[in-house]
């Protein structure tokens, strides 16, 4: 049977997407994208910025803008930090789950990394709206990283 790549291992891929929201768990995804990186291949950092319909889509967000600026800045140090070349993309978009495929989509990514907190709504564990989306809509395989969730005096696991 033909080896497909005599470089790439079976569980790595050679082009990764890694979302990136500014959150704790960023650091530990990025880890991780970076570890699911082909040694050949390329790491993809993207932060969305979601613009209210409200606003222009083009609308100039300073500082919303320069925290982006920022979180992208860590992503491309910890990518340094495993030998892995890497671009960074701060997109403005409407919704972040629809950005997300189309970034990589166009980007030719072979999967997608994504954090994801541990947060709770009305009691319940609860994914958001951009998980789902981006599950059900990327045409690339997707890993999801979940936190650890809290454990507290009040809660039963």
């Known amino acids: 049977m033909a080896d497909r790549d005599a470089h790439a291992h079976p569980t790595t891929s050679r082009k990764v997407m890694v979302a990136v929201g500014g959150q704790e768990i960023d650091a530990e995804t990025v880890r991780l994208a970076c570890r699911m990186t082909d040694p050949q291949g390329r790491l993809y950092g993207v932060h969305i910025i979601e613009v209210n319909r409200s606003l222009p889509l083009g609308a100039v967000l300073d500082d919303v803008v ?92």
């Not at 930090?81 to 403005?92: D, I, M």
């Not at 072979?110 to 059900?136: A, H």
Request: hydrophobic residues 40%.
């Open 66 to 157: 320069e925290r982006g600026e920022k979180i992208l800045d860590e992503v491309e140090k910890l990518a340094a930090a495993s030998q892995l070349p890497v671009e960074t993309e701060l997109v403005q978009a409407r919704d972040t789950g629809p950005a997300l495929v189309d970034e990589a989509v166009e980007w030719g990514a072979d999967l997608i990394v994504m954090g994801l907190p541990y947060k709770r709504r009305f009691g319940e564990f609860n994914l958001g709206k951009t998980v789902p989306y981006v599950l059900k809509n990327a045409n690339c395989r997707v890993m999801l990283f979940r936190e650890h969730r809290e454990h507290r005096d009040d809660e039963t696991p």
